[in-house]
């Protein structure tokens, strides 16, 4: 039992700093009430189809912006899909980063754009990795038998 | 800055300097100074200004930008203006100089020719004199030669002495005779062959002419004639001695007569010293004539002697020799004459240089030991002279030219210049050379001096003109450079403005965009507050906590629907709508509203609208009702007592139709301000003729504080107020009346405060707006005129009643007024009581009723069967007691003889309502009257009078017209109070503009309705008894509810047969239901708002149960969570990945249906095949803006497209990542019903879905 209280514990902390430090917001919360019994594993996947996309979408935009002349359009519309999904699941830091990406974008400033993908990939990565832990503990508790720890 | 400048001046003197003209350097050099100096202050003084003018709005770098770019224009105009002044001062110089050279070098040229002309002149006379000298002096020689010889062979031989003498004696004759007839001659000398001379001397000094001869005792002639011609060649020196050398021969002088050659004096004989030069044998060593120049002594100048050898005809031996001496002097005198007229020096020498003659007075002799001799030229004491000889010897040595001929000028001799000329004489044995030396200040003197001058004023005017042109650069450039300036300042400031304009656009983009976040908690926080304000657990303070808090929230919402608007309008965000509307009833539903929500009873409003007022217009009406209401409200906070009148007129009509329309007293102050505007006016009349538009002129005015003159324009600037003061006792925001004129200013219009007679604001404005398309107004008013109608207006405000009895009086209805109780039991009694003694032929004098009333009554008297109509304010009763009850009973007797229109407030008490009911006193009006209002009353009482007719034939049915008129007039009125509410930002209600926020800004008209329409509902529920017509109507949202008011009104009105009085009764509750259906409509929006919270409270699980939704959204995981977001909720949700899907599944989904495949659909199983087949495959779809393949909008443009044939209409809602407005526009542009924005709000989704779906229910 005493696994489950601390993997519970760290659950929280976890998440607490989750939000703490910005990575998510609300529109993580929302995700995790829509999340019943109906659908119980609703939040993994919609955030595991979060990472498909976005790896994909950066994919995209390194491909896009290797180019000798870079199809600002495309760039521009790639970004825009990773804000948009990046914003429904409530990764606000990668959204954040989504932003500044689409102004250099308009301004067809490459430097901004590779400094920006540069900043998208490494924020994705970092959301990426902590909603990973997230889902580990999560099975984690789950394995040990316990309940999650009401938010 | 300032060295780069001196670095361009030194430049350009650089430059300068090696023009041509160097003396212009300098002072160029310091115009260019003075330039620069004036440069650089003005540079100084500049920029600091600039850094003023730009460091307020434009950030740093700007500003740099801008003074950079100012000094680098500055730069350039510098050097523009030097390269001008140095090709200006260039041009000048070479001017200067062309003229100097062609004046001077002309003048030079043909002045040196005319002085080498003077010079040879000058030259050849002395020569000619010295030539004539000579001749004459040789022609002596000759003649005297002649004669010689002639008188020796006339004595041929003297063998005595005698003959010899005689010989002598002619001889002396014959030689005076020569010498008389030459004065010019010296002497001349005959020296024989034996020693023996015969001489005439003249001595030119003394003016004494002597006869020297030698003695002759010591002579014979044949002593010396042995000597022959060889021993006199071989012994010449011996010979010259034994003449000089014969000390021992006497000589003897006589003087004679200068005249005669008598002789005059004694011989005397004469020391040998002062013996002159005699030729003798010597002179003429070879036979022939010899020439000389001598001294003499008894003159100072040399003296030229010729001798000639006489030679005996016979034994060819000279027997004598003939000298002629001739003094220079007179060659001297010439020169001296000529270099008297002419300046100068010219002298003559031997080719020895020796010196003959000289122009000078310097002697020509020196003395020395040895007697005087000749000086050379170079040792001349006249120092000219002498420099002249030593430079001609200088020059040429002893090279002369063949000719000896030299011409210089310009030598330069002791510090002037002078020209020297030299001429060769060519004489044989006497060569001379002429020298002439003339100073060149003769000569050129005047012309070096005119061209020095003349160089001097060239150089002054050129200077002058410099100068003068480098100023005149200097101001033409200044205004160049200045117009530059302005022009760089300009941009800069046009740059700066833009900036400004782009950052002030920003700024309402962002409040335009902010609109949707802004709102949207607002009206949870109001709907939420509803519920909570519903909700029976709450404790009286709660209660009013809460109320609190729901006032307050109100009025946060109506600032901020304000500020929304305002930015809305100035981001140019506003879309003004085009629907066909009722501007009367609107104003009229306004008017009413402000009567309501007036609590002071002092101020009445009165609604003066020109019957020439179309009735229907094509505009924004929701935009219109807002410029009145924001007008009114404004009125109305600001007035404390008295009247505010909103009058209205048409701009068509001509002014003739006007002045009749307005028999008020602004008659005069309406034709001032037409002749205001009437510019304006008429250009606008030519446009609006283009596209059918009208101008509508309208006035508030009112009686309040009024507005200092000085604010007039600056009250319609944002956040401003007349008095800041009034913030503290009115509060507000001053947004209200910017965006009146804002608005008003979008349609076209124009608003102003006038200036007016009396205390008060007088606001006046007009509007374009279109007629509507149809454009015939069915004018077909009830021609009252015939019906004999008798009005009294028993009415408190003064103004009301003036202009309503004015406008009666004008469609020919006969009206009374009352303005209090008193005077009303007066008139009744007069009326009444006097009509009774009109038929008792007698008219009662005791009646104190006044002259003008008398005369109306009288005509009243004369009318054949008139119908008197009382319109009772009810604030005419003594409310405050009891004694209204008894007033009513006073009033109760006339019942039968008038007809009675009871004018009730608002919160007249329901115990005045009860009683008036119970005495069948039905025809009740809300205050404010208006025309409106009385053509409805007008035509109920045209109506009960029919009735009365037929009810004395037919019998009675159920319905009260009365009811029904009075419910009608009641449910307008509350009506309006919702509709206009709405943007009226005063009416506290909240639920339709929460409503609205979840909608669409710019259909706000819509939106107005939809709610309402949803209100009727509400109401349709609790009304039971209420006529299903209504509630079909009701259901008819796009209709507009006026047209649903008239419909329903219309509806009843085609059934006047059941309407009997009798049958009023029945209906009460009725009324009383739809008197307190104002009420509930007040408070049925929000209910409905809260029953919708409520509900979703409720059962919240599934509140969207059995819907269909499509949801057409590209990002995976955008659809995932909206997917699930919706399951939960019950929602079937089709998802598809973009607008092509999307279009292709809907009309896939048509076509299965239309081929009754209706079983695809198995979860649909709850509804009914009819329903499917009536309904659209889906509920709803929810559609992403932006997908590949086929965007947002062109899906739904294709849907709605493809709907136009089968009349169905899914609601479309977007979905969006921009919730700028300018998307929402563009959504509900391409025909979708709603938009929600990125990321889903869950609640916000639901209720919008909920909102769009139940209409369609």
Redo the contacts between chains.
Sequence with gaps: MDVVVQLQRQLTDHTASLFHEGFLNE?FN??QQ?Q?ES?PD?VV??VS??F??SERLLNELAKALEQQAVDYKKVD?HV??L???S????AQRVQAVCIPFRNFCEEQNIEGCLKCLQQVKHEYSLVKNKLETLFKLEQQLIAAGGSFPTL | MAEKADENHCGSSEYCSPTPSTPMGTPLRRVLDRISGFASPWKRSTTPRGRRIFHRDVEREEFEFATTHCLSSYYSVFVARLAIMVMLAILIGLLTILTWHFTRVYTTKSLNNLAYGLRNELLQRPILRMWNILNSTSEITTVQLKLSEYVFKRYNKPATQAEEVELYEAMRDVTWALFASRKALNAITINYKNGFVQAFHRDHKSNNTFYIYSDLVNYSISASGSNDMNMMSSHQGSNDQSIHGNVSAIWYREPLDPLTGVKIGKAKPIPPDDLIHIAGLPQVPDGVASWHVAVSKSIDSPVLSAALPVWDPSNKSIVAVVGVTTALYSVGQLMKELVEAHSGHIYLTSQEGYLLATSSSTPLLTNSTMGPNLTMAIDSEDPVIKMGARWLQRAFRNNFPPNYEVHEENINLGGDQYYIDSFFLKLKRLPMVGVIIIPRKYIMGKVDERAFKTVVILISASLCILFIGCICILILTNGVSKEMKLRAELISHLDARRRAEASSNYKSQFLANMSHELRTPMAAVIGLLDILICDDCLTNEQYSTVTQIRKCSTALLRLLNNILDLSKVESGKLVLEETEFDLGRELEGLVDMFSVQRINHNVETVLDISDDMPKLVRGDSARVVQIFANLISNSIKFTTSGHIIIRGWCEISNSSVDAEKFPFDQKKSRCAHKMKWKQQGNHMKKACKKDNRMILWFEVDDTGCGIDPSKWESVFESFEQADPSTTRTHGGTGLGLCIVRTLVNKMGGEIKVVKKDGPGTLMRLYLLLRAPVDGIEQNCQVDFAKHNFVVLLALHGRVGRLIMSQWLHKIGVFTLEASEWNELTQILQELFCARKSVHDNGFDAQCSVSEHLKAKLLKIKDMANPVFIIVFDIGLLNLSTDIWKEQLNFLNNYFGKAKFAWMVYHDTSNAIKMELRRKANVLMVNKPLYKAKMIHILEAVIKETNLEQQKKSSNALRITKEGDQHECLEIDATHFDTASSDDSDLFEMGGPNSVKGFHTGEKQREGITKPCSLGYKTINNCLEEFTPVYSKENDSTKRDPCQIRLNSHDAKDEEPKCCTKEASFSIEPQCENAECEGRNLVSSCPTQQGNLYSSKAVNEQKSLEGLRIMLAEDNPVLQRVATIMLEKMGAVVIAVGDGLQAVDSLNCMINAEDCGRESLFEERKTRSQTEIKDSPPYDLILMDCQMPKMDGYEATKIIRKSEVGNGLHIPIVALTAHAMSSDEAKCLEVGMDAYLTKPIDYKMMVSTILSLTKRMA
């Design positions: 529109q929302q995700l829509l019943d659908n609703f996947e919609v189809l979060f498909e996309d519309a825009h899909q804000k948009g999904s914003s429904s699941i409530g």
